[in-house]
C-alpha cells in the first residue's frame, strides 16, 4: 500500500469525481464501487475487464441488484467502469475490502459520501454535495 502523505493525497484525489451510467439506479441508497485496480495498482485494461465481470456474476450469483456506472475525474480525463449496487452499507464496504478496494462512493437522500473500504486511518466524509449534481446519463 502507499505511504501515508500518498494516502492523504488518494483520499483528496477521491472527492473529486463525477459519474455516469445508462440509467440512475432505482434505489434510495446505494454504493457505487468497481473491482478496477486493487489497491490502486494499475492493472492492464485486459484484467480490469475481468475482475469487474467477476464482480458483476458474484453480485447475481448473490441475487444483488445493481445498475452500470461510471466514476471517472470531473474533466473526463480518466474514468472506471463499475456499478451502483443496492446493498447495505456495512455489505457494500465488506464487498469493496474483498475485491481489494480502497473506498467506495455512498448514495443516500442524494448525498454522496467517501467511505473507506482497505484505508481504514479515514473516517467517512459526506462531500456535501448531491449526487444528482454529479451524475449524467450516457452510455457506460
Not at 7 to 12: E, I
Not at 75 to 99: I, M, R, T, Y
Request: net charge negative; hydrophobic share 40%; glycine share 4%.
Amino acid at each position: 500500500m502507499c505511504d501515508q502523505n500518498n494516502q492523504q493525497d488518494l483520499w483528496k484525489t477521491y472527492q473529486s469525481i463525477a459519474f455516469h451510467a445508462p440509467q440512475a439506479p432505482s434505489t434510495g441508497a446505494f454504493a457505487i464501487l468497481t473491482a478496477f485496480n486493487p489497491r490502486s495498482q494499475p492493472l492492464s485494461e485486459k484484467e480490469n475487464q475481468l475482475r469487474n465481470a467477476r464482480l458483476a456474476e458474484e453480485m447475481e450469483r448473490l441475487g444483488t441488484r445493481y445498475w452500470p456506472m461510471n466514476g471517472g475525474a470531473p474533466d473526463g480525463s480518466w474514468f472506471e467502469p463499475g456499478f451502483a449496487v443496492a446493498l447495505e452499507q456495512s455489505d457494500a464496504v465488506a464487498l469493496a475490502k474483498k475485491w481489494e478496494q480502497n473506498a467506495i462512493y455512498w448514495v443516500e437522500a442524494d448525498t454522496l459520501w467517501l467511505l473507506p473500504a482497505l484505508m481504514t486511518e479515514f473516517t467517512p466524509q459526506s462531500l456535501n454535495v448531491r449526487f444528482s449534481s454529479l451524475f449524467s446519463v450516457k452510455n457506460a
